[in-house]
């Protein structure tokens, strides 16, 4: 074969390392063999347009593809193609909204021959923590789960228990014990509980009943765990801005705590929200604008880590539900085909740079769960490779969207940023790897 690869991929503007940069690209079974100045000999060529740069797949690790059990909300084939569209060449799946949810390795091998058959990219999957597997952790370790997900306060779905705090750190210590990884959806019940006001149609009632409060309490918790057991822990899109001072004091302290944000957070604010809008829905709730700017100065300074879809769709009846009122509504933004040109869209408007976005997006995440060959422009790395287009502008059609649902809260709206084509291994998208831990 000697120097002929079976892909080349030339562009004028490549990310590598960091920086935008001619290069082209050489692609052998799957993987990048070449990233060269000169001119590569390849049996496919592709060269991009001069208004195409070309990026390393999104890597995101927090997505609800709900299969089996509730596929009539989403499901490997419709997921993995619409992150397909939208530059995202690896997921790692959520233990819910699936039934059942993967808290055993009996549940996560159904899981594994679901995805097997319909994903058309690589997939990649977490366990749960609940009050009835604790104890029991290390066997879905040992099958290769990347952590395990819990839930401080209810989850919605009665088979994904939450945790109470005594149960927190009996997970923390259980887990610090294989050096696994705790990720937290960290709002306190009680907290919720005192602020509860039956919801109604009022956004901003909505965001009153879960409150900054709430998540500060939870993550103190988490800490205290990680400060008494060692564990890793990782915060769980991080909605208030209020909890970045005890996080950035605790890892200044050294203790092993990692933090996301989502692109709902970044993007979107309460001020733009109207009264009975239920598509903007979700747990913790999008706040206002002052603290969607807090969050972005997080990132710039490196308190958040990384920015991932928290991609957690339903029906449209379970999205509609009671006609407007935010209490009886499904909470959940489906955004994984939209996450990487919605965050463009915003740090363009910032003046970010397109590199930063791609460090939270791809390689910050690959690195997050352990995954060296993703992410990255690279030799030795996956050929994870996305065409975009930085400044084309698109307005968002909810009904042209391909995950399994048209409920969009991007709906109407214009976003900078088009996915011209997506490779995953150097192939087009039409077969996934599962991927395993270690």
């Keep these: ?57 999104v890597v995101d690790s927090h997505v609800h593809v709900n299969e089996p059990g509730r596929t009539e909300w989403e499901g490997f084939a419709t997921a993995t193609r619409a992150a397909a569209a939208g530059g995202v060449t690896t997921i790692i799946d959520m233990p819910l909204n ?21 994903a058309v990219i690589d997939v990649g999957f977490w366990g749960g923590a609940v009050p009835e597997n604790l104890g029991t952790l290390r066997g879905l370790h040992e099958a290769g789960v990347y952590g395990f997900k819990a839930f401080l306060a209810p989850s919605g779905v009665d ?4 945790l109470d705090t005594p149960q927190l750190f009996a997970a923390l210590e259980e887990i610090a014990s294989f050096d696994g990884l705790l990720i937290v959806h960290a709002e306190d019940p009680a907290v919720l509980d005192a602020h509860a006001n039956h919801g109604g149609r009022d956004y901003h009632r909505f965001v009153e009943s879960r409150p900054d409060e ?46 996301e944000t989502c692109p709902h957070y970044l ?3 309460e001020e733009q929200i109207a009264d009975g809008a239920t598509q903007f829905k979700c747990c913790p709730p999008i706040r206002d604008d002052a603290n969607r700017d807090l969050l972005w100065r997080a990132l710039l300074e490196g308190d958040i880590d990384i920015v991932v879809s928290d991609h957690s769709p339903a029906t449209v009846d379970l999205k509609t539900r009671g006609g407007g009122d935010f209490e009886e509504a499904w909470g959940g933004i489906a955004g994984l085909q939209l996450e990487l040109p919605a965050v463009w869209t915003e ?92």
């Excluded at 990680?226 to 909890?243: D, E, F, K, M, P």
């Excluded at 009904?399 to 649902?405: A, D, I, K, S, V």
């Design 159 to 162: 088979e994904f228990g939450h």
């Design 267 to 269: 993007t979107l604010s």
């Design 98 to 118: 699936s039934i059942p949810a993967t808290t055993t390795v009996s549940a996560l091998e159904a899981k594994r021959a679901v995805a097997a058959e319909k």
């Design 347 to 438: 740090a363009a408007r910032r003046g970010i740079g397109l590199e930063r976005v791609l460090q939270w997006m791809s390689r910050g995440p690959a690195d997050f769960v352990g995954l060296s060959q993703k992410g990255r422009i690279a030799v030795g790395a996956d050929a994870d490779l996305v065409a975009f287009a930085p400044d084309a502008t698109w307005t968002v059609h909810k009904e042209q969207l391909l995950h399994r649902n048209p409920v969009s809260a991007y709906d109407g709206r214009e976003l900078r940023g088009a996915v011209r084509r997506t490779w995953v291994r150097g192939a087009e998208p039409v077969a996934g790897a599962l991927l395993r831990r270690g």
């Design 1 to 57: 074969m000697g120097n002929r690869y079976e892909l080349v991929v030339r562009a004028s503007s490549v990310l590598v390392d960091g920086v935008f940069q001619p290069r082209e690209i050489g692609v052998r079974e799957g993987h990048i063999e070449a990233v060269s100045e000169l001119p590569l000999q390849g049996e496919t060529v592709v060269t991009l347009a001069d208004d195409e740069v070309l990026l390393p797949g």
């Design 214 to 259: 709430a998540e500060i309490t939870a993550i103190g918790n988490v800490i205290e765990g990680v400060r008494r057991t060692g564990a890793r822990a990782h915060i769980l899109h991080l909605s208030s801005a209020a909890a970045l001072p005890e996080l950035r004091a605790a890892r200044a302290e050294g203790l092993p705590i990692t933090v």
